[in-house]
């Protein structure tokens, strides 16, 4: 019998996935079935309000920020970003989930987080578990430290066989200084090319068609860094 091998990888929003996983996506795409599970709307970001504000950005010189979302509208074009970004890393379009039952951006807990990750296990219980860390500096974000605190409870009882914790890059210095005794390996992106494909699916600009660059916005130095440095950093539980 041949057993393919699964990897579940948990994001906490939309582009989580990509700035701080993409490179080990775009990896076990080549080897495994690979699903890529959304765990929260999206829906609380700034920049909600910041493509409203009459202003400009570095980004399009030549346009205001005239675009008036509902939060529903706004939360639907940041899963358009983090479809089309899975899409470009290689996952399958019916591996690319936008959970039914996710949270509100802001609000996941830790039983929802674990709620999530059963879920899938119930489908895939043997899949390989990837997230994002949950030890980190004060300035984690809560939904982040939800995520990778359910993993790890989920690991200690036995129900996930197999998991790593992805440190976001950009925290990467703040990381080791708090946690100096967390061995972490960095992992070099095999194809650059889809990483960056990955990533303009966040920075597309076209709003009469209803794209907004809302990943871009919401962190471009994150993104300008992980173009200049494709280096991603995992952790073991
Ligand atoms: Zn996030
Ligand atoms: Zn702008």
């Known amino acids: 019998m041949i057993v393919i091998e699964e990897t579940l990888f948990f994001s906490p929003h939309q582009d989580d996935e990509t700035l701080s ?15 890529v599970i ?13 493509l ?9 010189i030549k346009d205001v920020h005239k675009y008036s979302l509902s939060e529903s509208d706004f ?21 690319i989930h936008i959970e039914n039952n ?12 674990r709620e999530i990750i059963l879920k899938y296990l119930e489908k895939h219980p043997d899949a390989k578990v990837k997230t994002v860390t949950p030890y980190k500096a004060l300035g984690i ?17 036995g129900k996930i066989k197999d998991l790593r914790f992805y440190v976001e890059p950009y925290d990467y210095n703040d990381f080791k200084k708090v946690n100096p005794n967390v061995r972490v390996w960095k992992v070099l992106s ?12 966040y920075k597309k600009w076209n709003p009469e068609n209803g794209n907004y660059a809302i990943g871009y916005h919401s962190v471009k130095s994150h993104f300008d860094e992980l173009k200049s440095n494709k280096i991603q950093y995992v952790h073991a539980p």
């Open 190 to 201: 095999s194809q650059e090319e889809k990483l960056l494909n990955a990533m303009d699916a």
């Open 75 to 95: 939360s639907k074009n940041r899963d358009e970003e983090f479809k089309d970004s899975c899409k470009a890393m290689g996952v399958k379009e019916n591996n």
């Open 52 to 60: 409203d504000d009459g202003g400009s950005c570095s980004y399009h």
């Open 38 to 50: 959304l765990c929260t709307d999206g829906s609380k970001s700034i920049i909600r309000k910041v």
């Open 102 to 113: 996710r949270a509100h951006d802001g609000e996941l807990s830790k039983d929802k987080a």
């Open 141 to 157: 974000h809560e939904d982040h430290r939800a995520l990778g605190e359910a993993a790890l409870e989920l690991y200690k009882e």
């Open 21 to 35: 996983m993409g490179s080990a996506i775009i990896e076990h795409v080549e080897k495994s079935d690979t699903h």
